[in-house]
């Protein structure tokens, strides 16, 4: 459990984030729902003031339609939407990344920047609890946004002209909204977790950009470079590695980008799906950087609060990823120059790229690293 | 008892700490002096287990600071400024440790604070000297064991510091609890430690007190019949502080035979002892230092 004087003290900190969260969670849960619903609301004005203009859609009467005729993809009547296009996702997640990523550069990162952290160390309580109390007010506050602005999205909806949209559907769409909450205290958690990366604020969430972008931008790189050796190298391989359930754990976007939202309302496989492998790659990546976050920040070198990368025994490492990464992204750019791709010119582009990524990570690592902390 | 043991630490490959190695008895005022980069801060930290030492151990009686969080409800470490709290009002500031540490005396405090008039401020808007007042009253509210204060009185002006001393005085009165206070103001610590652990580049150069400390090298004011002698002046084992005519002042780093026998050489008219301040002390052993007041 944690404790109530830290999350008294991580709350003073946060407190001003949190509550625009909650906000702005209400805001991007209902706004674009009500939004949504004015189109709907002319497009059909539209349509029956206008039946002409939609003669290849509509086949009978306007005057003779409801409301529902125009959401029912199995009639004649034509096919507006659905709850896909009501439920806000991409608004809300781009809310939860932002927030994530704010919060948690508040409650660690600005910390290190000042004697913050020295004076939350020298406090009675370990390294652990110091941990659990800004991971548990980050995710409440996301928490607390989902459940109340999910809950006003729903009511909109069941006391709304559309409320037939629902029907059947209640539980899926409580689904999406778990989802959401999973995904955005994924975001949080792993932002939290980059912040015994590096050593302030800014390089928080650097490494929290990279963080997320990792596991996908690997693949993709390792992809580019196989296809540039063998052309005729099966694509499949890699959508199958992208779909996969490690990389869903991996990365909280990939995840995203594999849940089926439009698709979860009609068909039963990925319905199943969604709430098997959707919902527990969210779960895993949660516990896999909450455990990982907490160790990290329990061994990180104090002394290090300030720089770019708090674990400096291992900058080589960091080094060499970088300069693998960006080599890569040199071969990939330039073999994909001219067509058909060119073995050598991919090469070409690896030198060029690990050359440019050494001289930007001996900037970055190692003087940025100090100057940073001076 | 506070026993530190063979205290290393590397930071940048760079030795900040190497092999420090002391105890603390309850009710003593610890001096922690050195100059600008020798490691103090370095040191408090690690005392209080914010920095984990390479190699080393930290005991306050006989568990260690790394092990045992719950050892800091009695250690209380306070840094050269007030920036941790500084987004807090001084109430709130005793809201915050009136719940963290349960021996916290709300009256003490506020007597300290009626006592020097300071106001129910953001504690960013009070000045240097009350922050330093109210941090560490707060600190001292605590009632703690240990108190590791990283410069109290840096910055402060006469009466402030003045305050800040009896602070420090009166606490170990009351209660028997022990300071180390790493600080530049000498003149200060002199007033009120009991010892004094010199630190050398990371390393313990010697613990003393302060009377072992002024015993351990000299000054002397030595007045010559015609003048001062070349050969005095080269000599590298001395600082000379001025040269007047026929006077010489002059401190030593050890008071040997041989250097008194140089100087009786000479026959000089005059020599005086003039009693050695903690600051000629630092001067001599640790080769000066440019904030020294």
């Known amino acids: 459990m944690p404790s109530k004087v830290l999350l008294k003290k991580d709350w003073k900190q946060v407190s001003l984030l949190w509550i625009l969260l909650v906000f702005l969670g ?23 003031e206008n039946p002409s203009n939609y003669s290849d859609i509509l086949r009978e009467d306007v005057e003779t339609m409801n409301t529902e005729d125009f959401f029912n993809s199995n009639s004649d009547y034509g096919y507006l939407g659905g709850l896909e296009s009501l ?23 600005s910390e290190r920047n000042s004697q913050m952290s020295d004076f939350s160390m020298s406090l009675p309580y370990t390294r652990t609890q110091l941990y659990i109390s800004k991971w548990v007010i980050g995710a409440a506050g996301i928490t607390v946004a989902t459940l109340v602005g999910g809950a006003l999205m729903f009511l909109i909806i069941r006391f709304s002209d559309y409320f037939f949209l629902l029907d059947g559907n209640e539980v899926k769409v409580l689904g999406l909204i778990v989802f959401l909450l999973l995904s955005g205290i994924s975001f949080f958690s792993v932002s939290l977790w980059m912040g015994s990366f590096g050593g302030e604020s800014i390089s928080q969430v650097v490494w929290t950009f990279v963080a997320l972008v990792f596991p ?54 990925e319905w199943t799906e969604f709430l098997t492998i959707g919902l527990s790659s969210s779960i895993a990546f949660i516990v896999l950087t909450f455990g990982l976050g907490l160790w990290m920040f329990k061994e990180a070198p104090q002394e290090n609060n300030g720089r770019f990368f708090m674990f400096s025994n291992w900058l080589w490492l960091i080094h060499i990823v970088i300069i693998i990464c960006f080599a890569m992204l040199g071969g990939v750019f330039f073999s994909g120059i001219f067509y058909p791709q060119s073995v050598m010119l991919y090469v070409v582009g690896f030198v060029i790229g690990a050359f440019l990524a050494h001289l930007l990570a001996k900037r970055l690592l190692y003087r940025f690293n100090l100057k940073l902390k001076s | 008892m506070l026993k530190v043991e063979q205290l290393s630490k590397q930071i940048d490959r760079q030795t900040i700490l190497d092999g420090i190695d002391f105890t603390v008895e309850s009710g003593e005022i610890i001096a922690l002096v050195g100059r600008n980069g020798a490691g103090k801060t370095t040191l408090l930290r690690t005392m209080v287990g914010i920095i984990r030492p390479d190699q080393g151990d930290v005991l306050y009686g006989t568990k260690s600071i790394f092990k045992d969080a719950g050892l800091k409800r009695d250690v209380i470490f306070v840094p050269d400024s007030a920036d941790a709290l500084k987004h807090y009002t001084v109430n709130e500031a005793t809201d915050l440790y009136e719940s963290i540490y349960p021996s916290f005396n709300r009256s003490a405090f506020r007597e300290t604070l009626t006592r020097y008039n300071i106001e129910n401020k953001k504690i960013r808007q009070l000045s240097k000297g009350q922050k330093a007042l109210v941090t560490l009253s707060l600190a001292f509210a605590v009632q703690a064991k240990y108190y590791l204060l990283d410069e109290p009185t840096d910055g402060l002006d006469v009466v402030a510091k003045s305050d800040v001393l009896k602070l420090m005085i009166a606490q170990v009165e009351k209660r028997n609890c022990s ?115």
Request: hydrophobic content about 50%; cysteine-free; proline content about 4%.
């Open chain 1, 26 to 48: 209400i805001v991007a849960f209902t706004v674009p729902v009500w939004t949504q619903m004015q189109v709907y609301e002319e497009q059909i004005r539209d349509m029956q």
């Open chain 1, 87 to 109: 439920i806000p996702m991409g608004v809300v997640i781009f809310l939860f990344v932002i927030f994530g990523a704010l919060m948690a550069s508040v409650l660690i990162g």
């Open chain 1, 216 to 269: 996908m931008g690997i693949v993709a790189l390792i992809q580019g470079s196989v296809i540039a050796f063998s052309p005729n190298f099966s694509y499949t391989f890699f959508e199958e590695v992208f779909e996969s359930v490690p990389m869903r754990i991996l990365s909280p976007l990939n995840n995203i980008v594999n849940t089926g939202m439009y698709s979860i309302f009609d068909s039963r496989s």
């Open chain 2, 179 to 293: 300071i180390i206070v790493s600080s530049h103001q000498l003149h200060e610590l002199e007033r009120i430690a009991d010892r004094i652990i010199m630190i050398e580049s990371g390393r313990v150069k010697a613990i003393m007190s302060l009377e072992e400390a002024r015993a351990l090298s000299i000054k002397w004011q030595v007045v010559f019949n015609d003048h001062v002698p070349v050969e005095l002046l080269e000599r590298k084992d001395i600082e000379i502080i001025s040269v007047t005519g026929r006077v010489v002042l002059f401190m030593a780093k050890e008071r040997t035979e041989e250097l008194e026998a140089f100087i009786d050489s000479y026959n000089p008219t005059l020599i005086e002892e003039i009693p050695m301040s903690l600051e000629d002390v630092f001067r001599i052993q640790l080769g000066g230092e440019a904030h020294a007041v």
